[in-house]
């Protein structure tokens, strides 16, 4: 999904809601990952939990996917979420936009403004991975972290999803990624378990051992 970003609207961050999120310390972007992490926490739990009282946790889902994607496709909104040369009314108005191109639920929709309006739409790649943790948990559901030389069918991808449910005992969800220099093969990370079927990986493990024999 391609979202180009306009700094020339302007700002609407909302009406005052979601005042459970004010007391949340100030964060510079240059401080550490663990705390952008705690933050995106406490976001994702507040926006989970109001999803879930009001039943809307497939619209959740549904937001979470197209911010995945659209993070990974634009450049524009990637500098949006990190550069500092933004305003705050411009980093503001601008995620209102891509918000409203975008569809998002107005859950969604009022929790971006307030991360505009408080300077932390950095932490939204850390958000929106907890959010997905949280969702499958809710469906019972384990996501597997799927990389492969290039991009896997619907087939591929299925067969995939069943038989690593046989070995995990739960509903899996294929999060997939191409890296070419894998050449072929898997890399498959399922929590804290991986594995790397990878023909680099397997070149990498015979030159490590030709090293040895040397």
Not at 9 to 35: F, K, M, Q, Y
Request: glycine content about 6%; proline content about 2%.
């Amino acid at each position: 999904m391609c979202v180009r970003v306009c700094v020339s609207c302007p700002l609407d961050a909302g009406n005052g809601t979601w005042d459970w999120a004010t007391n949340i310390g100030r964060v510079d972007v240059s401080e550490t990952v663990g705390i952008s992490t705690g933050i995106a926490a406490r976001y994702a739990t507040a926006v989970f939990d109001l999803a879930k009282e009001g039943k809307k946790i497939a619209a959740l889902e549904k937001d979470v996917d197209a911010l995945e994607a659209a993070m990974a496709d634009s450049a524009d909104l990637k500098t949006l979420l990190t550069s500092p040369l933004y305003s705050r009314d411009e980093q503001g108005a601008a995620i209102a936009a891509v918000s409203k191109k975008m569809k998002l639920s107005p859950t969604t929709n009022n929790v971006l403004a307030l991360m505009a309006s408080k300077r932390r739409l950095f932490v939204l790649p850390q958000l929106v991975a907890t959010l997905r943790d949280q969702i499958a948990g809710h469906k019972g559901e384990v996501t597997a972290e799927v990389t492969s030389a290039k991009a896997l069918t619907k087939a591929q991808a299925d067969k995939l999803a069943k038989t690593l449910k046989a070995q995990v005992g739960a509903d899996v969800k294929i999060k997939a990624t191409v890296d070419e220099a894998i050449i072929g093969g898997l890399i498959v990370k399922v929590g804290s378990k991986m594995i790397d079927t990878s023909i680099k990986s397997k070149l990498n493990a015979l030159q490590n051992t030709m090293k040895e024999v040397g």
